[in-house]
């Protein structure tokens, strides 16, 4: 029996004292080295579930494990977030006064890795995602397809088990998306991690392992990639 | 620091402006407390070179200059077995046609002994000697181009320049020295009174007794060893309250300043500050950034408001002539600007820094 990555149990998330309820009711669970995408009409839920997921909100309601933690009102979100969990951003959002390797080095700061180190694990990943000629540059030099493998390779600076991306190739041509995409099936393939991806891009969320659909924050599809979708909802 | 410093590189602009202002609040504090400090230095060294062990001020006269010590008194301190001199002082300022301020001439006796602080290798000259003769300063003579020999004319009266001095202090290079009796008669003082008594003892260790003797036996004077000159100037209390009230508005302006540049600067970095939480940065991590942010500005801004202060304080003396004002720089004149500087840094950055650490991740990456 595989391990769990990700376990909800009626996850709720409302705003203006319950007028808004951007999730409401979701139960999900992922297994370790599954890769999922999170589809949906803009304004569905899918980033609020990401929120949640990455221990970056709180729930309203419901119970929620990630990579075998209980999640509760004590949980130190911070350090299980810095030590589990990588993010990838639609817009990169890498810092534009750092260079590349530096950018990659500001995970392992929340986690006081020595210089030394944290500078040699910096470089490494990034010749892993094919910058080991761009350590000096900062974003600005970079094209948009570079900037978002050096965010990749800053998700993966503590060496997380789960990797979750918030439309990492919305911004990025579609040549510049599949390299990215590219990258990203065959990290998690490499180092077995957990890949969550919110996506508006059919071509992205078909190469997942399984396919999660949201509207008006709940769950109306879940099905592997290859298989028919259960609810027959159209995609967007 | 790194990154803090890399930030504020940012904006170069705004962040220079943010220490300009930190800067010149610092400037002020430094110039005004280096010329408050020089002018208690200078009155200190006033009464260290006259020799004297003890001075003698009018009790309720804030400064020595409009008190009045009576030649009678006077006479009973020369009779005083302890007392080996006494010497008199009289301080007036003298209008000049061509001068926007008058010119401080002091009265002295040509047979006291306080006349003699005059009388060191760099006088050129002689000491005065008749009610028709002066000496200036060395800044004074520079100023008014007279040297010895030549005339000099104050109080409706013309006088010989018979020497050309220079002391320890520096408003007194920059003044006159007259006979005391001419300045007795231009403010029609009694006969043999002065405004400041210098006294001599015969045997220095006697001090503490004579001075509890005379404080006894004058009570309406202030009796004061030497050192403590300083202390009889009320106006030194107002100089300290006025650095301080500047030192405030320092404080307030530079610490708004900060505030105004912390604020923005987080706000504009809403979004990085919410995707270095996602990473993993605790709140406590940001805060210390936004912290260290305002603190390398304030350190800035004090090390450059050091050198403008001091600059201030050159420029301020330079265009009051006579020497009016003395600058001392000391090292507490210099901490004194870099811990304001430092706390105003801390207090503006400190309402920013926790604004940027109460973020909410998820809040602040949805941030436009």
């Known amino acids: 029996m595989s391990e769990v990555a990700v376990r909800a149990e009626g996850l709720r998330r409302y705003f203006e004292g319950g007028l808004v309820k951007a999730l409401d009711d979701v139960s999900i669970t992922i297994q370790a080295g599954e890769s999922v995408a999170v589809v949906g009409a803009s304004g569905c839920g899918k980033t609020t579930l990401l929120n949640l997921l990455g221990l970056l909100d709180r729930p309203t309601a419901g119970s929620l494990w990630i990579a075998g933690s209980k999640i509760d009102a004590d949980t130190d979100l911070d350090r299980l977030r810095a030590r589990e969990i990588g993010f990838i951003f639609q817009l990169h959002n890498l810092i534009p006064t750092l260079s590349a390797v530096e950018n990659v080095e500001m995970p392992m700061r929340a986690l006081k890795v020595a210089r030394q180190e944290r500078r040699e694990r910096a470089a490494a990943l990034l010749a892993d995602v094919g910058l080991s000629d761009r350590l000096h540059f900062r974003s600005p030099k970079l094209s948009g397809g570079e900037r978002q493998r050096v965010s990749v390779a800053r998700a993966l600076a503590n060496r997380p088990t789960i990797l979750f991306g918030d439309e990492p190739t919305g911004s990025l041509d579609s040549a510049a998306g599949c390299e990215v995409v590219d990258l990203l099936l065959e990290i998690r393939a490499r180092r077995g991690l957990t890949l969550v991806l919110v996506t508006h891009n059919p071509e992205v969320a078909r190469r997942m392992d399984r396919r999660i659909e949201l509207r008006d924050g709940r769950i109306v599809g879940d099905a592997s990639s290859g298989a028919a979708d259960p609810t027959g909802i159209p995609e967007p | ?368």
């Open chain 2, 1 to 368: 620091m790194r990154l803090a410093l890399r930030n504020l590189s940012r904006r170069p602009a705004r962040t220079s402006l943010s220490i300009l202002g930190v800067g010149v609040g610092v400037a002020a504090i430094v110039a005004f407390t280096a010329m408050g400090e020089g002018f208690k230095v200078s009155i200190d060294k006033y009464g260290e070179q006259s020799g004297a062990d003890l001075i003698l001020v009018e009790e309720k006269a804030g400064d020595p200059a409009f008190g009045r010590i009576l030649g009678e008194e006077m006479e009973e301190l020369r009779l005083n077995p302890a007392v080996r001199a006494v010497s008199g002082s009289i301080v007036m300022p003298a209008s000049m046609p061509d001068r926007a301020t008058p010119l401080l001439v002091a009265g002295r006796n040509p047979d006291e002994d306080l006349i003699r602080t005059y009388l060191n290798p760099a006088l050129r000259g002689r000491l005065l000697e008749t009610e028709e003769e002066a000496m200036l300063g060395e800044i004074a003579a520079e100023e008014l181009g007279l040297g010895v020999g030549d005339e000099l004319e104050i109080l409706r009266l013309r006088f010989r320049v018979v020497g050309v001095y220079s002391t320890a202090v520096r408003w007194e290079n920059g003044g006159a020295v007259i006979h005391a009796q001419v300045l007795r008669e231009q403010l029609s003082m009694p006969p043999g009174s002065v405004m400041v008594a210098f006294v001599y003892l015969k045997d220095p260790d006697d001090l503490p007794l004579v001075t509890l003797g005379l404080q006894a036996r004058f009570p309406h004077l202030r009796v004061l060893p030497t050192a403590f000159l300083a202390s009889s100037f009320e106006q030194l209390a107002y100089i300290d309250s006025f650095i301080w009230v500047i030192s405030l508005a320092a404080l307030l302006v530079g610490a708004i300043g900060v505030l105004n540049t912390m604020l923005m600067s987080v706000s504009e970095r809403t979004r990085e500050i919410g995707t270095l939480r996602a990473l993993g940065w605790r709140a406590g991590m940001v805060l210390r950034l936004i912290l260290a942010e305002g603190l390398i500005t304030s350190v800035l801004g004090g090390m450059l408001g050091s050198v403008l202060g001091l600059v201030a304080a050159e420029v301020l003396m330079n265009l009051v002539p006579q020497g009016l004002l003395a600058a001392h720089y000391s090292w507490p004149v210099f901490a004194r600007g870099m811990t304001i500087a430092v706390v105003l840094g801390l207090f503006g950055a400190l309402y920013p820094a926790w604004r940027a650490s109460r973020l909410s991740p998820a809040e602040a990456l949805r941030y436009e």
